[in-house]
């Protein structure tokens, strides 16, 4: 077995066994209820459970989360005393119900965290799984407990119908959310103390209207979820609606909370009427945190994609380097700069010597390929962070300089030259038999009163200069000291 199906196995082993887990637990929470409503508990979240871990699992994986939820009822039936074929009765209608909505909600494709932003997925969930699949299976379920137990059978199917179709409303959607948008996301950067003020927030407003029964405040807690829907998204009002629903069921069981004041309602008729509240809780508020979110992710996309526009219209397509607009628009950030504080700022111009012979004699592609290769060598050469290269035009690039002197731009523009003449690219149009470079340069600590072009002018004259007394050497615009840099002259 390879590595990659044992990880599979894994991967669903675990989630199968989480299903049996939490099934099981509901269960047993679920039939704690029943003894004291009846034969059918008013609340039954087993299904919905594993419904939700099914609709956005591959359907090869099915099985083992079927067999999972199949074992977790059964066990549960067992524990309470239904006998066997009894358990295996409600077993298997309980996973015929979860099976069948699934197939029909999910029309051939996995339903994720869209289920209640999808108008189609969510009009599916609403039809097939709310509604159709409890109204089919109810009449199984009915007819086990009638035989089981004589029970009412009209009362009984109602009862099953109103708990499944409820606890299916409620629940899938946050399995969903919890189970396809992971946790870390919630927690991946620090929480603010406003965040976690949502979230205490919330258990306290449902404690406080769910343990009084003197005044009907079911209202409250919704405005609470649209406060978590701003600030924690999709998962952290998942994460809300549980806490919500944990604390609401537990005191609404033992007598508390707005649905109390229900003249003459028994447990089962304040549970439906509970979960009635919580259903419309969240299908409030994921949808609303769902629509924030995406609309976040769109604007943070549209901010990378207006980044990487700016970028593309500030790069050269064939170097990689900035472009003659980017240059322009850093020469006047650097020259500003300059004159507020007073600083020298340097411009080295770099030419190719006898270029268009050597694209005349070996073609345009490898003209370009030569360009590349020299705009790759200057980003290598020029270390540091803030000086700026740009492939100006043709065969001329430009380096900006910032807080640099003429002895210092002298000796940048005479490694390049170096280390380019080094690389011994062959070029057999050139007197030296290889690629070179002539490099003009200029400094100026700028005043108010200059303008930038006065840089590009003289960096420009030295470099007409260099090229004027035989190409592959070094001219600055201003003299700087003998002993400041070795230079290699070419007789003209």
Same mark, same amino acid.
């Given at each position: 077995?390879?590595?990659?199906?044992?990880?599979? *196995?894994?991967?669903?082993?675990?989630?199968?066994?989480?299903?049996?887990?939490?099934?099981?637990?509901?269960?047993?929470?679920?039939?704690?209820?029943?003894?004291?409503?009846?034969?059918?508990?008013?609340?039954?979240?087993?299904?919905?459970?594993?419904?939700?871990?099914?609709?956005?699992?591959?359907?090869?994986?099915? $099985?083992? #989360?079927? !067999?999972? !939820?199949?074992?977790?009822?059964?066990?549960?039936?067992?524990?309470?005393?239904?006998?066997?074929?009894?358990?295996?009765?409600?077993?298997?209608? /309980?996973?015929?119900?979860?099976?069948?909505?699934?197939?029909?909600?999910?029309?051939?494709? $996995?339903? +994720?965290? /869209?289920?209640?932003?999808?108008? @189609?997925?969510?009009?599916?969930?609403?039809?097939? +799984?709310?509604?159709?699949?409890?109204?089919?299976?109810?009449?199984?379920?009915?007819?086990?407990?009638?035989?089981?137990?004589?029970?009412?059978?009209?009362?009984?199917?109602?009862?099953?119908?109103?708990?499944?179709?409820?606890?299916?409303?409620?629940?899938?959607? *946050?399995?969903?959310?919890?189970?396809?948008?992971?946790?870390?996301?919630?927690?991946?950067?620090?929480?603010?103390?406003?965040?976690?003020? %949502?979230?205490?927030?919330?258990?306290? %407003?449902?404690?406080?209207?769910?343990?009084?029964?003197?005044?009907?405040?079911?209202?409250? $807690?919704?405005?609470?979820?649209?406060?978590?829907?701003?600030?924690?998204? $999709?998962?952290?009002?998942?994460?809300?609606? +549980?806490?919500?629903?944990?604390?609401?069921?537990?005191?609404?069981?033992?007598?508390?909370?707005?649905?109390?004041?229900?003249?003459?309602?028994?447990?089962?008729?304040?549970?439906?009427?509970?979960?009635?509240?919580?259903?419309?809780? %969240?299908?409030?508020?994921?949808?609303?945190?769902?629509?924030?979110?995406?609309?976040?992710?769109?604007?943070?996309?549209?901010?990378?994609?207006?980044?990487?526009?700016?970028?593309?219209?500030?790069?050269?397509?064939?170097?990689? *380097?900035?472009?003659?607009?980017?240059?322009?628009?850093?020469?006047? @950030?650097?020259?500003? @700069?300059?004159?507020?504080?007073?600083?020298?700022?340097?411009?080295?111009?770099?030419?190719?010597?006898?270029? &268009?012979?050597?694209?005349?004699?070996?073609?345009?592609?490898?003209?370009?390929?030569? #360009?590349? &290769?020299?705009?790759?060598?200057?980003?290598?050469?020029?270390?540091?962070? !803030?000086?700026?290269?740009?492939?100006? +035009?043709?065969?001329?690039?430009?380096?900006?300089?910032?807080?640099?002197?003429?002895? !210092?731009? *002298?000796? %940048?523009?005479?490694?390049?030259?170096?280390?380019?003449?080094?690389?011994?690219?062959?070029?057999?149009?050139?007197?030296?038999?290889?690629?070179?470079?002539?490099?003009?340069?200029?400094?100026?600590?700028?005043?108010?009163?200059?303008?930038?072009?006065?840089?590009?002018?003289?960096?420009?004259?030295?470099?007409?200069?260099? &090229?004027?007394?035989?190409? /592959?050497?070094?001219?600055?615009?201003?003299?700087?000291?003998?002993?400041?840099?070795?230079? &290699?002259?070419?007789?003209?």
């Amino acid at each position: 077995m390879q590595r990659e199906d044992i990880r599979s *196995l894994s991967r669903i082993g675990g989630k199968a066994g989480l299903v049996g887990i939490v099934a099981f637990a509901a269960n047993i929470a679920a039939m704690e209820i029943t003894r004291g409503a009846g034969h059918v508990s008013p609340i039954w979240l087993s299904n919905a459970i594993i419904l939700g871990f099914l609709l956005p699992a591959r359907t090869r994986d099915w $099985p083992w #989360l079927i !067999g999972a !939820g199949a074992i977790a009822n059964l066990g549960a039936n067992l524990i309470s005393g239904d006998g066997l074929l009894l358990g295996l009765g409600f077993s298997a209608a /309980n996973m015929l119900e979860a099976v069948f909505a699934a197939t029909l909600i999910r029309a051939g494709e $996995p339903v +994720g965290a /869209n289920l209640l932003t999808n108008r @189609r997925i969510l009009a599916r969930f609403l039809i097939f +799984g709310v509604l159709l699949a409890p109204a089919l299976v109810a009449p199984a379920g009915t007819a086990l407990v009638h035989l089981g137990f004589g029970a009412d059978p009209i009362q009984v199917y109602w009862r099953w119908f109103a708990a499944d179709a409820l606890g299916i409303a409620l629940v899938v959607p *946050l399995v969903i959310i919890v189970d396809t948008i992971p946790l870390s996301r919630l927690f991946a950067r620090r929480i603010t103390w406003t965040e976690t003020s %949502v979230i205490l927030l919330t258990a306290l %407003v449902t404690g406080i209207v769910f343990y009084q029964t003197r005044y009907p405040l079911a209202f409250l $807690p919704y405005a609470i979820l649209v406060l978590a829907a701003f600030r924690l998204g $999709p998962v952290g009002v998942a994460l809300n609606c +549980g806490i919500m629903a944990a604390i609401s069921i537990g005191l609404t069981v033992a007598g508390h909370g707005p649905f109390a004041l229900v003249r003459d309602g028994d447990i089962a008729e304040r549970i439906f009427l509970l979960q009635f509240f919580l259903s419309v809780a %969240v299908f409030m508020s994921i949808p609303i945190a769902t629509a924030l979110a995406e609309r976040k992710e769109l604007e943070q996309s549209l901010y990378r994609a207006q980044d990487e526009l700016r970028g593309l219209a500030a790069t050269d397509a064939l170097t990689g *380097l900035g472009n003659r607009r980017a240059f322009d628009e850093t020469l006047e @950030r650097e020259w500003t @700069r300059a004159i507020r504080y007073r600083e020298p700022i340097s411009l080295a111009l770099l030419d190719i010597d006898h270029f &268009k012979r050597f694209n005349d004699h070996y073609g345009h592609k490898p003209g370009d390929e030569c #360009l590349a &290769k020299v705009g790759h060598l200057l980003t290598e050469t020029v270390f540091r962070p !803030g000086d700026m290269i740009a492939r100006y +035009g043709g065969e001329e690039f430009a380096i900006i300089l910032p807080g640099t002197s003429a002895e !210092g731009a *002298l000796q %940048v523009a005479e490694r390049i030259r170096q280390i380019v003449e080094h690389q011994g690219w062959r070029h057999v149009g050139s007197p030296e038999g290889c690629i070179t470079v002539s490099v003009g340069v200029a400094t100026i600590e700028p005043t108010p009163r200059q303008a930038k072009t006065t840089l590009f002018e003289q960096a420009d004259a030295a470099l007409y200069k260099a &090229k004027a007394q035989g190409r /592959n050497r070094v001219e600055c615009a201003r003299p700087v000291s003998a002993h400041a840099v070795e230079r &290699k002259v070419t007789a003209g």
